[in-house]
């Protein structure tokens, strides 16, 4: 099968060289913008892919929404497969994705956009199959797990290792996507519907590691505690979904305190199955690129989707996930919770909180903010 790669950046670069080893596939044109068409096998128009009947996959790596579903939607009508990187497209459109290429007879696979090289999606769409999907989590940036690892084991502050990790290519330019815990929560929405039919499109709630200091990870780590920014998912009594991204603070010894720098790990609870975890890169050129020609080699053996027919956008409901947390905060505001215990030093204060809901904690310390108070906090593991 002749593989047309839109975008030849990291991810691009890799699937193409990949396509030339992989057996029933072959590459073929490249998607490149209009300028740039150096090597013969590079084009500058989605109409010379579409059109061409030599290609019967496209593979995006461009990333982003637009213009990446509009030409899938192209693809997709023209009965080409469509495999993608791009979490941010699947997040957005996955759900219009997939009825049209049911509608077309013709693949929507994402392995990639969730994990990297980690086989989650993957796997969970196999899991579900057979087995009822209890819960989801884990570890899924690496840009924030390498950066909160270097806190804790080297000592240094947010400002630093932030530097390091754009400096090692972790971390773009721009890192907001990857602290705000945006990215991981994008990979936990696309989770969510592979394991129960339901893409959360609101109701989400995301925290990422902006506000952490120094401080914070030495008080902790005191206490014998590390933290990482894990992403949460699972199926309500009522039904519902759940899904969110939050700092957490595990007991040493825990399976998440073992994923170090860079590398992610996801984790599912089956019914019957237990707990089951994958660790592995979760980015990279060639581990990202891996997924992708999973994804396409699949097709050869016949896989077609990951989200089920039934799958629908709809609302993630967190009220009813509950944890203590860990909250460091101005003395002043430290009535706004009700504490099993409060340290003070000068005019910041350190308490642990009785439990509340997920969704209780974000919007109290949402609200804090946008008063002007600087606020962190990390839900506790024991
Ligand atoms: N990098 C990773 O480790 C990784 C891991 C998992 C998933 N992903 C996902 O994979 C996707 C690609 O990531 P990446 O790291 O490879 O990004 P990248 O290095 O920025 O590559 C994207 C490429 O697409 C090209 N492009 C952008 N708009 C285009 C257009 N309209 N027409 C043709 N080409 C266009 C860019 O060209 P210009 O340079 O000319 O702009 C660039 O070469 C993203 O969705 C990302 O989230 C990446």
Redesign the pocket.
Known sequence: MKVAV???????VGVYGMLAEAAGLEPGPV???PG?ENEPFKV?SIEAIVNDPAVGAVAE????VE?AYTYACAALRAGKHFV??????VAAKGVALNKLAREQGVAFLFS??CG?GVPFLHNLALARESDEILSLGGILNGTTNYMLDAMQRLGLDYADVLADAQRLGYAEADPTADVSGLDALRKIMLACAVAYDRLPVEGLLNEGIESITAADVAHFQSRGYTCRLVVSGGKNADGGVSAYVEPVLLRVGAPECSVLENYNMARYEGKCSGSIVLMGQ????W??ASAVLRDLSGILRGERYMFSEACAEGAADNSGSVHGYYVRLPAALAGEFEAESVETDGEIARLVTAPLSVQAMHETVKKLRAEGASVFFAAIRQ
């Open positions: 839109l975008g030849f950046g990291t991810v691009g998607l490149v913008r740039k500058s790596v461009i990333g982003g213009p993608t990187s791009n979490k941010a497209l990639a956009a990297g979760g980015a990279g050129r581990p990202t």
